[in-house]
């Protein structure tokens, strides 16, 4: 178990000094959870295991001629954490990132022209698909894609936005669904759970800024995705996560380190001339998105594995997240999380209250309306911070009402007590 370790381990400080950027987490993200957790790491090495099994019969199966022609589709949902606006992207965006998911793993792409001569027979159509769900885990309609407001503007890779209660999103049943969180990161364009994994963790985590074609800076066009998802299908780093490492894969060259920028010609390392020379092109390297257009035949097949019966990803293609809703409303509303929700206290009062709006500044700036039972308003007051106390000594004891509208018409209201 410990070559999955130690090899991690090796490759932690070179990534973050040689591109000042972490390209991608998950390395550091696994090893943390398997230095923490001896039964995560037997678990990862137990579906490693499977995995060479499986390809190993298959080898050993004279009779058999691939998996067949099934495509395997993985339903999907997307977490879009967002504070200010402008981290609030479109669908438009989102099917635009599913579209280069499916190019990647279906071989579609119009850069895979650029797969060099001398590794073009390696180069695989995955058979693997990514759709947007349609039914939510309560068969709810659903566009699959979901947009969630947080106080949080910018996240660390610590999992926290896998949790609504630190006010990120919990995961959609994560036998049925993969989820993928879109939030900014501090300094990580993303990062993958293993499969195998706690359940309440699985998924992707992508940077918001690297989501979908988006024609900016060195990691343009969603490939980010696409090397996660290679990741929370089992696949390592091209090179191994150690200098000459081990990918666990025996068609991909065996590589010294990761790979900068985006070089062209053959690059020679590890004596591996005579394989073709680095797979900078790989998808499972960390060149950056106009240069990556492969994954390999040995990739796909220990990804494809795992959808074997016994595999780490075998209940996805029981999922009912791609069947049509029973319930049809479109879009149905999440319920905003309670954390959100705004509190009044004390209720009966006195003197004043205290409108706790909790961590939503979104309030600020609304009018918060009293009226008595006639309807009649008796007090009013424009919402000018996120704990609003308000003065209620004029009023008779009765009941009231508190009305709240914001400009993007969430309103609240609480019945009010004066003794
Ligand atoms: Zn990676």
């Avoid at 130690?6 to 390395?27: D, K, M, N, P, R």
């Avoid at 438009?92 to 022209?113: C, E, G, H, P, W």
């Avoid at 009226?371 to 004891?397: E, H, Y």
Wanted: glycine fraction near 8%.
């Amino acid at each position: 178990m410990n070559r999955i370790i130690t090899g991690i381990v090796g490759v932690l400080f070179c990534l973050c000094q040689a591109t000042g950027q972490e390209a991608c987490y998950t390395s550091n993200y696994l090893q943390n959870i398997w230095q923490g957790s001896p039964e995560a790491a037997r678990q990862a090495e137990a579906v490693k295991l499977f995995v060479d099994r499986q390809i190993a019969a298959r080898q050993a199966d004279l009779s058999w001629r691939g998996d067949g022609t099934a495509v395997i589709t993985v339903p999907v949902v997307v977490h879009i954490l967002y504070n200010t606006p402008n981290q609030n992207i479109s669908d438009d965006r989102i099917y635009s990132q599913l579209k280069v998911l499916n190019d990647a793993f279906r071989r579609m792409a119009a850069d895979t022209v650029n797969t060099p001569d001398r590794f073009k027979d390696r180069a695989a159509d995955a058979e693997i698909e990514f759709r947007l769900a349609t039914s939510d885990p309560n068969r709810r309609a659903t566009t699959g894609i979901i947009h969630q407001y947080t106080p949080i503007s910018l996240w660390e890779p610590d999992d926290k936005m896998k949790y609504s209660a630190q006010m990120g999103a919990d995961a959609w049943d994560t036998d049925s669904y993969l989820n993928i969180w879109v939030c900014p990161l501090r300094r990580q364009l993303g990062y993958a759970s293993f499969p195998g994994g706690d359940p309440v963790l699985d998924g992707i985590v992508l940077n918001t800024a690297v989501v979908g074609v988006t024609g900016k800076g060195d990691y343009n066009q969603g490939k980010t995705a696409v090397h996660e998802a290679g990741h929370w299908l089992g696949l390592r780093h091209i090179w191994g996560d150690d200098y000459c490492g081990d990918d666990g894969v025996d068609d991909t060259p065996q590589q010294a380190n990761f790979t900068n920028g985006c070089p062209t010609g053959v690059r020679v390392s590890c004596g591996n001339s005579k394989d073709g020379g680095d797979m900078y092109m790989n998808y499972m390297d960390i060149t950056t998105d106009p240069c990556t257009n492969l994954f390999t035949e040995g990739q796909k097949q220990r990804m494809r594995a795992l959808f074997d019966p016994g595999g780490a990803r075998y209940a996805l293609l029981r999922s009912g997240a791609l069947n049509p809703p029973l319930y049809q409303e479109i879009p149905v509303a999440e319920d905003a999380p309670t954390w959100l929700h705004p509190q009044l206290y004390p209720n009966p009062a006195t003197a004043g209250v205290t409108l706790d709006l909790a961590y939503d500044p979104r309030w600020v700036g609304a009018t918060l309306v009293v009226t008595n039972l006639q309807g009649v308003v008796v007090k009013k007051a424009v919402i000018s911070n996120k704990i609003q106390v308000l003065d209620i000594r004029t009023l008779k004891p009765g009941l009231y009402l508190l009305n709240a509208r914001r400009a993007d018409g969430v309103s609240l209201k609480f019945k009010l007590v004066k003794i």
